[in-house]
């Protein structure tokens, strides 16, 4: 390995994100294998903090939530973050003073706070992994941590939660000072309770996590990529977001790169981008990770990886003659006709990179060519957006007319959080603020401001809960005769279905405390209106489980560790409820041995098109062989 890693050796966090499928996995396999390899004396934590992760599929072990040692690396512990569990973890630590201060804050007595504890919120998953990054080191009980990061869209997300806890933390206290206030006016003196220890506890942890992953002498997100322009686009994106966070970035690894050109095609595309790339590191480290010819799978394989990684030699890229372009034939069986069958609702998933926005792309294409008279709209609810990038268009919010009866849309979630606060979250804060009766002195002064704080925040989790709310007001809407989701990664994907169960259990809670409490809250408006958005959800709910409306669409590689993830994407939508007939095999080579099987799926194989393509050209084949 080149001597220029030695650079990242002063971190004691590195963490490492991008694109989905671009392989962030194997590098932090990779690189935590480095590290365990040179600091034998050190104690070294590899995690991920990925809702599906895939570090037991590179690593070829087990891997749960205890922190495990690597057979051949005793001082390397592997750990997958689990959600759940920390969140039981956080309950017992901190749950009753907890409760106590919300009491404090609100009209809800603290035995009617027990229930929030036993919702599922699908947005624990950053928030418990974060507290977690940073109590690891503010306990000092690892000497270095990597971590293996949800794609770039959820990683930006996990760092936005700084500023959500700092608000939250900053609302508690409100809510203290107000029963100093009260304590003061009343018994004419306060006396400070546990309350006050935990509030100045935590207050100093996440002062400490904070600089933590701000301070870049010992800190750094790494950016892993490939050389392809949708990853180019998404990675400028992510780095530009990362220096609006004050996130420090370490580097680049551009991983997959021919070393010559067996592949014309794909080495012409590929040279010019590394050097896109090396301009966007803007004079911070950049690594180049060859292309291998087998998945590296294991210790033996990732060791072998480690020599490989060097710098880019920037040579002046020698004209290839470039084959006259070779479009692929399609290869039955196809999809059938959508339209006909009655869908209104496809979901195009599966393990980042593997193809999913081209699918759904090309989907929305040949629908739009076979039914002039039909109107089609893909939307994408991935927080980090490549439909438009597949299209080479930009897209935005509001839908883009690509041709006169297909729209792409790419959801801005800052847009519909603003709606959502306007509709329902700002009443919600002064309601669970309770204060009708107080003093005008303490109202202004106290619960309601600290309630309007963290409304003002995005929640953990939002992004689910407002793609849901997208995805509700267009099948109401019936504007569109069939609508094509092209989704987060696995994790996140799963997460979403999860969130009308989720978004009802919690205003079923909220109807229970305004039932008990309504003689002092009123509010009977704003109640009837949060009934109608619990019957829209579950509205919307029954849709994404009527086979006759909606089916999902799963899109894999013939690679181990993308298959063994499609498997388990395959069991949780069974066991969600959600219909599959179809899944694709993308990237498909004639060559190439078959090892999977999904038992009453229909195996659609889509071919390696080529890369010297304009976008569209690309997705015109890409439908062509779809259908």
């Known amino acids: 390995m080149t001597k220029e890693m030695e650079l990242f050796d002063n971190l004691h966090l590195a963490m490492f994100s991008g694109k989905g499928g671009v392989g962030k996995t194997t590098i932090s396999c990779t690189f935590a294998y480095r590290w365990a390899q040179k600091f034998v004396n050190e104690q070294i934590l590899l995690i991920s903090t990925d809702p599906a992760h895939s570090l037991g599929d590179v690593l070829q072990v087990s891997v749960d939530d205890i922190p495990r040692p ?65 109590r690891l080191f503010n306990e000092q009980q690892v000497d270095r941590v990597v971590v293996d990061m949800a794609p770039s869209g959820h990683t930006l997300n996990l760092f936005g939660l700084m500023d959500f806890l700092d608000t939250f933390l900053h609302s508690l206290e409100l809510f203290q000072e107000k029963h100093r206030y009260i304590s003061k006016t009343f018994a004419g003196s306060y006396t400070p309770d546990r309350a006050d220890e935990f509030l100045q506890t935590l207050k100093a942890e996440l002062s400490q996590g904070r600089r933590l992953l701000q301070d870049p002498t010992h800190t750094a997100c790494l950016l892993v990529a490939i050389a392809e322009p949708m990853s180019w686009l998404e990675s400028k994106r992510f780095l530009e977001a990362l220096q609006a966070m004050q996130v420090p970035c370490g580097g680049l690894f551009v991983n997959q790169v021919l070393a010559s050109a067996t592949d ?3 080495y ?20 180049i990770v060859p292309q291998q010819d087998q998945e590296p799978l294991g210790i033996v394989a990732l060791s072998h990886l480690i020599n490989q990684i060097h710098v880019p030699q920037m040579e002046p890229l020698s004209p290839i003659e470039l084959l006259p372009v070779q479009w692929p034939e399609t290869i039955p069986p196809s999809f059938g006709d959508f339209l006909n069958q009655g869908r209104r609702l496809l979901l195009i998933g599966g393990k980042g990179g593997v193809g999913k926005t081209t699918v759904a792309a090309a989907i929305g294409w040949a629908m739009a060519q076979q039914h002039p008279d039909r109107k089609i709209r893909m939307v994408s609810i991935d927080p980090a957006h490549s439909l438009g990038d597949a299209f080479g268009l930009s897209f935005g919010h509001e839908p883009y007319q690509i041709t006169a009866n297909l729209r792409g849309q790419e959801v801005d979630s800052d847009r519909l959080l603003e709606q959502f606060r306007a509709d329902y979250l700002w009443e919600l804060a002064e309601m669970m603020s309770g204060e009708t009766q107080t003093s005008e002195a303490i109202e ?35 504007e569109e005769d069939l609508i094509i989701l092209d989704t987060a990664p696995t994790g996140h994907l799963l997460r979403f279905l999860e969130m009308p169960t989720a978004l009802a259990d919690w205003l079923a809670w909220i109807f229970k405390l305004w039932i008990k409490y309504q003689n002092v809250l009123g509010r009977t408006e704003f109640m009837g209106r949060l009934r109608t958005l619990r019957q829209r959800v579950v509205k919307a709910q029954k849709v994404l489980k009527d086979p006759q409306q909606a089916e999902f669409i799963g899109v894999t590689l013939n690679q181990t560790s993308v298959l063994a993830e499609q498997h388990r994407l395959f069991k949780s939508l069974q066991e969600i409820g959600v219909s599959q007939n179809y899944v694709v095999l993308n990237r498909f080579t004639s060559t190439a041995t078959i090892n999977c099987d999904f038992p009453g799926l229909t195996m659609v194989r889509l071919p390696l098109l080529p890369r010297s393509v304009q976008p569209l050209e690309r997705i015109q084949a890409a439908a062509a062989c779809l259908f």
């Open 70 to 134: 690597i057979a051949e690396l005793p001082n390397l512990l592997v750990r997958a973050l689990d959600a759940k569990l920390l969140l039981q973890k956080f309950k017992e630590r901190y749950g009753q003073v907890l409760e106590l201060l919300v009491e404090r804050g609100s009209f809800v007595e603290g035995e009617d706070l027990l229930p929030v504890w036993d919702l599922n919120w699908p947005g624990l998953d950053e928030l418990m992994g974060l507290l977690e990054i940073q």
């Open 268 to 287: 012409q595309e590929q040279q010019p981008l590394i050097g896109q790339y090396t301009a966007l590191a803007n004079g911070k480290p950049i690594f």
């Open 444 to 478: 202004m002064a106290y619960a309601p401001v600290a309630w309007r704080k963290i409304v003002e925040q995005a929640l953990p989790g939002i992004d689910e809960m407002l793609s849901l709310l997208t995805v509700m007001e267009l099948l109401e809407q019936q």
């Open 264 to 266: 014309r095609d794909r």
